[in-house]
């Protein structure tokens, strides 16, 4: 699900009323929260990734509230892959130690 994550800083609030595209992928996170076991809590709660202090990942709210809460005050920054709602981190490995052979004598 680690696709284009613009939207989760971009146009959340429109013509001062929050954007209906804003809200619908808002929707599409909490779904993709709740289908990950590991990361609910009592069936219906998940970590608010708000930019409250309180909240920033760190407090789980009923998923109704989590919404409000983004809605009013956007996603914590740079939170571009959902640790704290199930997505697997991806490293990316790069080794300077890796050595392209140029021999060309074939031994």
Not at 55 to 84: A, M, S, T
Request: glycine share 8%; aromatic share 12%; net charge negative.
């Amino acid at each position: 699900m680690e696709d284009d994550r613009e939207w989760m800083y971009e146009d959340r609030i429109v013509n001062g009323m929050l954007s209906n595209e804003w809200g619908d992928k808002v929707d599409e996170f909490v779904a993709f929260a709740l289908r990950q076991p590991e990361c609910v809590n009592g069936g219906t709660a998940i970590r608010c990734p708000c930019t409250l202090v309180k909240c920033q990942n760190k407090k789980f709210l009923n998923v109704e509230i989590v919404k409000v809460h983004l809605y009013r005050n956007g996603f914590v920054p740079d939170y571009y892959v959902w640790i704290y709602h199930g997505e697997k981190q991806v490293h990316q490995r790069c080794s300077s130690s890796v050595r392209v052979s140029n021999d060309t004598q074939g031994g």
